[in-house]
């Protein structure tokens, strides 16, 4: 099954059954896609949290960026591709390497070619830049090993595909401490620094291709933006002056009534029936 059927089968699926999601704002008021798309088209960077193997976080990813492109100039970029593959990314883009090379080459996710490759296509297709925006994996697991100090030790290349040292960094920060709270006993330090070195990189290579005028989309998952920390903490240390938006992803058994835990975590909260199936 090519992926436009795939996209066009969850369309009318959710266009048949409406209660698949609802999408709240902040204060859990409900809000068509309409209103949700006026806000955000006002804004020059959107977060767009996502859980993983949730196909509405998907299919919804696509519809706001195909629809958004219409109306402004879009800069995209993604958790999900490393920065050193970020040029591999670009000969895809250019049509210098093909779809084989390009999965071949770049260590992509396992659900890149059903979750991601629409994405990236569109982009290939539209003629809009797209970014590797995360640490590659093993640097981030070396400062989960060995701490920030570890960063020290990279070459100059290496260190380009990684936010600039030193990090800053804030421990005390909620979200940060609920990794610690949920890891119980596995929960180091290192552990949060980890998760900070990533939040940190993402959000330089967002901002170190951001162009005045131009909407940057990025694509994460939803606790790395959730709350307004993570990503969005490290941006705003930056750049306070732009205007940043929020979509997270949230699953629940009734989404027609919006959990109080699930108030407040992100501008537009897309409340995705439990039952929905899976990506993997």
């Known amino acids: 099954m090519s992926i436009a059927i795939s996209f066009l089968l ?9 209660k698949a999601y609802v999408i ?14 006026k806000k955000i088209t006002k804004s020059d960077i959107l977060m767009f949290g996502e859980l993983h193997n949730n196909p509405i976080s998907h299919w919804l990813q696509y519809e706001v960026t195909s629809d958004l492109s219409k109306k402004k100039s879009l800069i995209l970029g993604a958790e999900m591709i490393e920065a ?28 890149h070619n059903t979750d991601y490759a629409p994405l990236v296509d ?14 590659p994996r093993r640097f981030a697991n070396l400062v989960y090993k060995q701490g920030f100090e570890a960063l020290d030790e990279l070459t100059e ?18 979200k940060y401490q609920e990794i610690l709270e949920m890891m119980g006993d596995h929960g180091t330090p290192e552990l949060v620094k980890a998760q900070a070195i990533k939040d940190a990189t993402m959000a330089h290579f967002i901002l170190s291709n951001y162009t005045s005028g131009h909407l940057f989309i990025h694509y994460n ?9 993570g990503i969005v903490w490290y941006l705003k240390q930056t750049k306070p002056s732009l205007k940043y938006m929020t979509i ?3 699953s629940q058994a009734n989404v027609n009534k919006l959990e109080k835990d699930n108030k407040r975590v992100a501008d537009f909260i897309i409340c995705v029936d439990e039952d929905m199936t899976t990506t993997y």
């Open 122 to 135: 569109f982009a290939k297709e539209k003629g809009i830049d797209f970014i590797g925006t995360n640490i």
């Open 24 to 37: 709240y704002n902040a204060k859990g008021k409900k809000v068509s896609y309409k209103k949700m798309m």
């Open 221 to 229: 998952g939803a606790y790395h933006s959730d709350d307004y920390e």
């Open 248 to 250: 997270t992803t949230v």
């Open 84 to 111: 050193d593959d970020h040029q591999t990314l670009v000969s895809y883009l250019n049509d210098e390497i093909d779809q084989e090379a390009f999965d071949t080459l770049a260590r992509l996710w396992p659900n």
């Open 10 to 18: 969850i369309s009318n699926i959710i266009t048949a059954q409406t």
């Open 157 to 174: 290349e290496e260190k380009s595909w990684i936010a600039p040292l030193p990090i800053t960094f804030d421990p005390t920060l909620p």
